[in-house]
């Protein structure tokens, strides 16, 4: 059974810094995009960063691109989400999702990811 499960969310000032954690289970995680995607209040859900599973390719959705870092550990089997300059804009439920095996190349598409967690709450609030 996969599972993937989100850690490190919580309350930060504006300006702030927060990196999220997502470790894996059930998949060949070094097979597998890993991805994360946001959803605020009243929003849908929106694509962060991906990264490929030889880990050359990386995306960044357009709001986050320059304060936020995706990286693997896949000898952890774990996805982190470094986020720098946090605005209240940025609060939301952070998920991670994972896409694969072997994919041809990174999808910002939330319909294409087969896996996902059930999130963990980023609150940026003075």
């Known amino acids: 059974q996969v599972q993937l499960v989100e850690s490190g969310g919580g309350l930060v000032q504006p300006g702030g810094s927060l990196t999220l954690s997502c470790a894996a289970s059930g998949l060949t995680y070094t097979y597998y995009d890993m991805a994360w995607f946001r959803q605020g209040p009243g929003n849908d859900r929106d694509f962060v960063a991906v990264i490929n599973w030889h880990g050359g390719g990386l995306e960044y959705g357009y709001s986050v691109k320059g304060r936020f870092t995706i990286s693997r550990d896949d000898a952890k089997n774990t996805v982190y989400l470094q986020m720098n300059n946090l605005t209240p804009e940025d609060t939301a439920v952070y998920y991670c999702?994972?896409?694969?095996?072997?994919?041809?190349?990174?999808?910002?598409?939330?319909?294409?990811?087969?896996?996902w967690g059930r999130g963990t709450r980023v609150t940026v609030s003075s």
């Open positions: 999702a994972a896409v694969g095996p072997r994919t041809l190349g990174v999808t910002a598409a939330p319909g294409a990811y087969k896996y």
